[in-house]
Protein backbone atom coordinates (compact mmCIF):
# COMPACT_ATOMS: atom_id res chain seq x y z
CA UNK A 1 0.00 0.00 0.00
CA UNK A 2 3.11 2.46 1.06
CA UNK A 3 4.60 1.72 -2.62
CA UNK A 4 1.23 2.96 -4.18
CA UNK A 5 1.57 6.17 -2.47
CA UNK A 6 4.80 6.49 -3.03
CA UNK A 7 4.23 5.96 -6.91
CA UNK A 8 1.78 8.19 -6.90
CA UNK A 9 3.78 11.26 -5.00
CA UNK A 10 6.64 11.01 -7.53
CA UNK A 11 3.62 11.06 -10.34
CA UNK A 12 2.43 14.47 -8.85
CA UNK A 13 6.29 15.71 -8.71
CA UNK A 14 6.32 14.79 -12.06
CA UNK A 15 3.52 16.66 -13.48
CA UNK A 16 4.66 19.66 -11.24
CA UNK A 17 7.56 19.82 -12.85
CA UNK A 18 6.29 19.56 -16.65
CA UNK A 19 3.57 22.73 -15.58
CA UNK A 20 6.41 24.77 -14.57
CA UNK A 21 8.83 24.14 -17.77
CA UNK A 22 5.42 24.99 -19.67
CA UNK A 23 5.00 27.61 -17.81
CA UNK A 24 8.60 28.83 -18.29
CA UNK A 25 8.61 28.24 -21.90
CA UNK A 26 5.14 30.41 -22.59
CA UNK A 27 6.71 33.18 -20.26
CA UNK A 28 9.86 33.01 -23.01
CA UNK A 29 7.41 33.42 -25.85
CA UNK A 30 4.82 35.66 -24.59
CA UNK A 31 7.18 38.76 -22.74
CA UNK A 32 9.69 39.34 -25.70
CA UNK A 33 6.49 39.57 -27.71
CA UNK A 34 5.21 41.98 -25.30
CA UNK A 35 8.40 43.80 -25.44
CA UNK A 36 8.50 44.65 -29.09
CA UNK A 37 4.57 45.92 -29.45
CA UNK A 38 5.67 49.33 -28.21
CA UNK A 39 8.66 49.15 -30.77
CA UNK A 40 6.25 48.02 -33.41
CA UNK A 41 3.83 50.96 -32.71
CA UNK A 42 6.14 53.73 -33.16
CA UNK A 43 8.03 52.14 -35.95
CA UNK A 44 4.67 52.19 -38.08
CA UNK A 45 1.77 53.51 -36.04
CA UNK A 46 3.61 56.82 -34.83
CA UNK A 47 5.00 58.36 -37.35
CA UNK A 48 1.24 59.17 -38.68
CA UNK A 49 0.44 60.59 -35.19
CA UNK A 50 3.79 62.64 -34.77
CA UNK A 51 4.67 66.89 -35.01
CA UNK A 52 6.54 68.09 -37.77
CA UNK A 53 10.10 68.14 -37.07
CA UNK A 54 11.38 69.21 -40.10
CA UNK A 55 9.43 71.88 -42.50
CA UNK A 56 11.44 69.85 -45.36
CA UNK A 57 9.69 66.56 -44.82
CA UNK A 58 5.97 65.89 -45.84
CA UNK A 59 4.67 63.39 -43.16
CA UNK A 60 0.79 63.23 -42.39
CA UNK A 61 0.36 65.63 -39.76
CA UNK A 62 -3.34 64.38 -38.53
CA UNK A 63 -5.78 61.60 -38.47
CA UNK A 64 -9.38 61.45 -38.17
CA UNK A 65 -10.57 59.66 -35.54
CA UNK A 66 -12.66 56.50 -37.28
CA UNK A 67 -15.51 55.34 -35.50
CA UNK A 68 -17.46 52.03 -35.21
CA UNK A 69 -19.02 51.54 -38.53
CA UNK A 70 -22.23 51.99 -36.99
CA UNK A 71 -21.68 55.30 -35.48
CA UNK A 72 -19.78 56.60 -38.56
CA UNK A 73 -21.25 60.25 -40.65
CA UNK A 74 -20.00 62.36 -43.08
CA UNK A 75 -17.92 63.76 -40.75
CA UNK A 76 -16.06 60.84 -40.86
CA UNK A 77 -15.90 60.14 -44.05
CA UNK A 78 -12.15 59.44 -44.24
CA UNK A 79 -9.36 57.47 -43.14
CA UNK A 80 -5.68 57.67 -42.64
CA UNK A 81 -5.61 60.88 -44.99
CA UNK A 82 -4.33 64.52 -44.48
CA UNK A 83 -6.52 66.31 -42.82
CA UNK A 84 -5.06 69.94 -42.96
CA UNK A 85 -1.58 71.14 -44.38
CA UNK A 86 2.00 70.92 -43.11
CA UNK A 87 2.63 73.68 -40.27
CA UNK A 88 3.00 77.09 -41.36
CA UNK A 89 6.50 78.12 -41.08
CA UNK A 90 7.59 82.04 -40.43
CA UNK A 91 10.77 81.36 -42.24
CA UNK A 92 9.25 80.45 -45.05
CA UNK A 93 8.45 82.65 -48.66
CA UNK A 94 4.68 81.64 -49.25
CA UNK A 95 3.18 80.35 -52.12
CA UNK A 96 0.29 81.79 -53.94
CA UNK A 97 -1.33 80.04 -56.14
CA UNK A 98 -3.73 81.58 -58.31
CA UNK A 99 -6.64 79.63 -59.83
CA UNK A 100 -9.67 80.83 -62.54
CA UNK A 101 -12.25 78.49 -62.25
CA UNK A 102 -15.60 78.21 -63.75
CA UNK A 103 -18.13 75.78 -63.75
CA UNK A 104 -18.55 72.71 -65.75
CA UNK A 105 -19.60 69.18 -65.47
CA UNK A 106 -16.08 68.23 -64.01
CA UNK A 107 -15.01 71.30 -61.81
CA UNK A 108 -15.57 69.74 -58.38
CA UNK A 109 -12.81 66.78 -59.76
CA UNK A 110 -10.94 69.09 -61.36
CA UNK A 111 -10.42 71.16 -58.09
CA UNK A 112 -10.55 68.57 -55.82
CA UNK A 113 -7.77 66.29 -57.66
CA UNK A 114 -5.58 70.32 -57.16
CA UNK A 115 -6.39 70.62 -53.94
CA UNK A 116 -5.42 67.15 -52.73
CA UNK A 117 -1.76 67.85 -54.41
CA UNK A 118 -2.09 71.36 -52.56
CA UNK A 119 -1.74 70.04 -49.05
CA UNK A 120 0.99 68.24 -49.30
CA UNK A 121 2.61 72.01 -49.25
CA UNK A 122 3.77 74.15 -46.84
CA UNK A 123 3.23 77.67 -46.57
CA UNK A 124 0.79 77.86 -49.26
CA UNK A 125 -2.24 80.03 -49.75
CA UNK A 126 -4.70 79.23 -52.41
CA UNK A 127 -6.39 82.05 -54.57
CA UNK A 128 -9.55 80.49 -56.66
CA UNK A 129 -11.24 82.69 -59.02
CA UNK A 130 -14.76 81.87 -60.02
CA UNK A 131 -16.11 83.10 -63.37
CA UNK A 132 -19.75 83.73 -62.11
CA UNK A 133 -21.88 86.98 -60.56
CA UNK A 134 -21.69 85.13 -57.12
CA UNK A 135 -19.31 82.96 -55.17
CA UNK A 136 -21.33 79.03 -55.77
CA UNK A 137 -21.84 77.04 -52.58
CA UNK A 138 -19.76 74.26 -54.47
CA UNK A 139 -17.01 76.15 -55.14
CA UNK A 140 -17.15 77.45 -51.18
CA UNK A 141 -17.76 73.78 -49.42
CA UNK A 142 -14.97 72.38 -50.99
CA UNK A 143 -12.52 74.96 -50.10
CA UNK A 144 -14.03 75.38 -46.68
CA UNK A 145 -13.87 71.30 -46.49
CA UNK A 146 -9.86 71.09 -48.02
CA UNK A 147 -8.42 72.96 -44.68
CA UNK A 148 -6.17 74.53 -47.08
CA UNK A 149 -5.21 78.78 -46.74
CA UNK A 150 -7.73 79.81 -49.41
CA UNK A 151 -8.86 82.96 -50.59
CA UNK A 152 -12.03 82.60 -52.74
CA UNK A 153 -13.02 85.31 -55.24
CA UNK A 154 -15.35 85.86 -57.99
CA UNK A 155 -16.28 88.20 -61.26
CA UNK A 156 -18.36 87.79 -64.17
CA UNK A 157 -17.02 87.73 -67.37
CA UNK A 158 -19.78 88.51 -69.64
CA UNK A 159 -18.16 90.38 -72.98
CA UNK A 160 -16.24 88.19 -74.83
CA UNK A 161 -12.51 88.55 -74.13
CA UNK A 162 -9.33 87.67 -75.74
CA UNK A 163 -7.97 84.81 -73.17
CA UNK A 164 -10.50 82.87 -70.69
CA UNK A 165 -8.85 83.94 -67.42
CA UNK A 166 -7.29 86.80 -67.75
CA UNK A 167 -9.79 88.81 -65.97
CA UNK A 168 -9.86 86.61 -62.93
CA UNK A 169 -6.02 86.58 -62.76
CA UNK A 170 -6.59 90.09 -62.42
CA UNK A 171 -8.71 90.02 -59.47
CA UNK A 172 -6.23 87.76 -58.00
CA UNK A 173 -3.92 90.67 -58.38
CA UNK A 174 -5.84 93.40 -57.51
CA UNK A 175 -6.64 91.41 -53.86
CA UNK A 176 -2.80 90.89 -53.72
CA UNK A 177 -2.05 94.58 -54.19
CA UNK A 178 -4.77 95.53 -51.69
CA UNK A 179 -3.63 92.83 -48.95
CA UNK A 180 0.14 93.95 -49.14
CA UNK A 181 2.46 96.12 -49.15
CA UNK A 182 5.58 96.69 -51.15
CA UNK A 183 7.92 97.72 -48.01
CA UNK A 184 6.19 94.78 -45.69
CA UNK A 185 8.35 92.00 -44.45
CA UNK A 186 6.34 89.26 -45.89
CA UNK A 187 8.12 86.99 -48.11
CA UNK A 188 6.18 85.25 -51.21
CA UNK A 189 6.27 83.98 -54.75
CA UNK A 190 3.18 83.85 -57.39
CA UNK A 191 2.12 80.96 -59.48
CA UNK A 192 -0.53 80.77 -62.27
CA UNK A 193 -1.91 77.00 -61.49
CA UNK A 194 -5.02 76.34 -63.43
CA UNK A 195 -7.27 73.71 -62.09
CA UNK A 196 -6.81 71.21 -64.80
CA UNK A 197 -3.26 70.59 -64.81
CA UNK A 198 -1.14 68.06 -62.84
CA UNK A 199 1.70 69.15 -60.50
CA UNK A 200 4.74 67.58 -59.09
CA UNK A 201 5.68 68.24 -55.72
CA UNK A 202 8.70 69.63 -56.21
CA UNK A 203 7.53 71.98 -58.67
CA UNK A 204 6.51 74.23 -55.66
CA UNK A 205 10.01 73.37 -53.56
CA UNK A 206 11.85 74.93 -56.88
CA UNK A 207 10.08 78.24 -57.53
CA UNK A 208 9.30 79.27 -53.94
CA UNK A 209 12.60 81.30 -53.11
CA UNK A 210 12.47 82.83 -56.98
CA UNK A 211 14.16 85.84 -56.57
CA UNK A 212 12.19 87.70 -59.56
CA UNK A 213 10.64 85.43 -62.35
CA UNK A 214 11.84 81.80 -62.65
CA UNK A 215 10.95 79.56 -65.30
CA UNK A 216 10.78 76.01 -66.36
CA UNK A 217 9.33 73.31 -68.80
CA UNK A 218 5.73 72.69 -69.06
CA UNK A 219 4.49 69.10 -70.71
CA UNK A 220 1.62 68.58 -73.11
CA UNK A 221 1.23 71.92 -74.62
CA UNK A 222 1.68 73.81 -77.80
CA UNK A 223 1.58 70.88 -80.10
CA UNK A 224 4.72 69.52 -78.41
CA UNK A 225 5.62 66.66 -76.22
CA UNK A 226 7.32 69.51 -74.17
CA UNK A 227 7.58 73.14 -74.15
CA UNK A 228 11.03 74.35 -72.70
CA UNK A 229 13.44 77.15 -72.21
CA UNK A 230 17.40 77.36 -74.20
CA UNK A 231 19.73 77.63 -71.26
CA UNK A 232 23.46 78.24 -71.85
CA UNK A 233 26.61 77.02 -70.15
CA UNK A 234 26.18 79.65 -67.52
CA UNK A 235 22.88 78.99 -66.54
CA UNK A 236 21.09 81.78 -68.18
CA UNK A 237 17.96 82.06 -71.08
CA UNK A 238 19.15 82.70 -74.12
CA UNK A 239 15.84 81.63 -76.33
CA UNK A 240 12.86 78.51 -76.25
CA UNK A 241 11.93 75.30 -77.27
CA UNK A 242 8.71 75.98 -79.11
CA UNK A 243 6.78 75.14 -82.55
CA UNK A 244 4.40 78.47 -81.75
CA UNK A 245 5.52 82.09 -82.63
CA UNK A 246 9.13 81.31 -81.19
CA UNK A 247 10.18 85.00 -81.82
CA UNK A 248 7.88 86.34 -78.93
CA UNK A 249 10.34 87.79 -76.17
CA UNK A 250 8.90 85.70 -73.74
CA UNK A 251 7.37 82.29 -75.67
CA UNK A 252 6.56 80.56 -72.53
CA UNK A 253 3.30 78.53 -71.03
CA UNK A 254 1.36 80.31 -68.33
CA UNK A 255 2.23 77.02 -66.34
CA UNK A 256 5.71 77.34 -66.70
CA UNK A 257 6.71 80.40 -64.33
CA UNK A 258 6.48 82.38 -61.55
CA UNK A 259 6.65 85.52 -60.07
CA UNK A 260 8.16 87.28 -56.64
CA UNK A 261 5.26 88.88 -54.54
CA UNK A 262 7.55 91.59 -54.28
CA UNK A 263 8.20 92.67 -57.58
CA UNK A 264 4.38 92.39 -58.79
CA UNK A 265 3.79 94.62 -55.92
CA UNK A 266 7.04 96.91 -57.08
CA UNK A 267 5.10 96.65 -60.75
CA UNK A 268 1.58 98.39 -60.28
CA UNK A 269 0.52 98.50 -64.20
CA UNK A 270 1.44 94.30 -64.55
CA UNK A 271 -1.61 92.96 -65.57
CA UNK A 272 -2.96 90.82 -68.49
CA UNK A 273 -4.71 92.18 -71.31
CA UNK A 274 -8.08 91.45 -71.55
CA UNK A 275 -8.73 92.72 -75.42
CA UNK A 276 -6.51 92.45 -78.93
CA UNK A 277 -4.21 90.27 -77.52
CA UNK A 278 -3.49 87.20 -79.59
CA UNK A 279 -3.33 83.43 -78.88
CA UNK A 280 0.01 82.89 -76.87
CA UNK A 281 0.27 86.75 -76.45
CA UNK A 282 -0.88 87.05 -72.72
CA UNK A 283 2.28 85.42 -70.84
CA UNK A 284 4.66 87.93 -73.11
CA UNK A 285 2.94 91.30 -72.54
CA UNK A 286 2.68 90.66 -68.77
CA UNK A 287 6.19 89.26 -68.62
CA UNK A 288 7.40 92.72 -70.65
CA UNK A 289 6.16 94.79 -67.41
CA UNK A 290 8.38 92.61 -65.28
CA UNK A 291 11.65 91.48 -66.52
CA UNK A 292 14.08 91.14 -69.66
CA UNK A 293 14.91 87.89 -70.34
CA UNK A 294 18.70 88.40 -68.74
CA UNK A 295 16.39 88.23 -65.30
CA UNK A 296 14.93 84.97 -65.45
CA UNK A 297 16.13 81.89 -63.20
CA UNK A 298 15.77 78.26 -65.14
CA UNK A 299 14.49 75.94 -62.23
CA UNK A 300 14.23 72.03 -62.84
CA UNK A 301 17.75 71.52 -63.28
CA UNK A 302 17.99 73.77 -66.01
CA UNK A 303 15.24 73.72 -67.60
CA UNK A 304 15.94 69.86 -68.44
CA UNK A 305 12.98 68.19 -65.45
CA UNK A 306 9.28 68.46 -66.91
CA UNK A 307 7.51 69.06 -63.42
CA UNK A 308 4.31 70.18 -64.69
CA UNK A 309 1.54 68.50 -67.67
CA UNK A 310 -1.56 70.00 -69.13
CA UNK A 311 -3.72 66.84 -68.35
CA UNK A 312 -7.13 68.55 -69.41
CA UNK A 313 -10.02 65.94 -67.80
CA UNK A 314 -12.24 64.43 -70.60
CA UNK A 315 -15.59 65.07 -70.81
CA UNK A 316 -17.48 62.68 -69.20
CA UNK A 317 -19.80 61.11 -72.26
CA UNK A 318 -23.44 61.85 -72.08
CA UNK A 319 -25.68 60.31 -68.87
CA UNK A 320 -28.45 58.13 -69.50
CA UNK A 321 -29.29 58.90 -66.07
CA UNK A 322 -28.89 62.30 -64.42
CA UNK A 323 -29.56 60.70 -60.71
CA UNK A 324 -30.33 62.64 -57.21
CA UNK A 325 -30.10 66.60 -58.25
CA UNK A 326 -29.16 67.51 -55.08
CA UNK A 327 -25.95 65.33 -55.16
CA UNK A 328 -23.29 67.03 -56.32
CA UNK A 329 -20.49 65.64 -58.60
Given at each position: ?7 T ?11 KK????I ?9 L ?13 G???DI?T??MV ?8 Q ?8 N ?25 V ?28 N?T?L???L ?32 W ?5 R ?5 H ?10 T?S ?6 M ?15 A ?36 N????L ?12 G ?10 D ?6 LEP?A????KV ?14 S ?8
Amino acid sequence: MSRVVCLTDRGTTQDRMFNKKRFFLILLIVVPVTLLLPVSYHTTIAPFFGARRDIGTREMVALRTVPHPQERNKEHCTNNVYVRPPPWSHSLPTIYVITPTYTRVVQKADLTRMSNTLLHVANLHWIVVEDADNKTSLVGNLLNSTGLNYTHLNVHVVEKITSRGSRQRNVALKWLRDTFRLNDSHHGVVFFGDDDNTYSLQLFDEMRYTEKVSVWPVGFTGAMRYQSIKVNALGKVYGWETRYAGTRPFAIDMAGFAVNLKLLLSKSKANFRVYNVGTGQQETRFLQDLVTINDLEPKADNCTKVLVWHTRTTKPPAFKSQGDPNIET
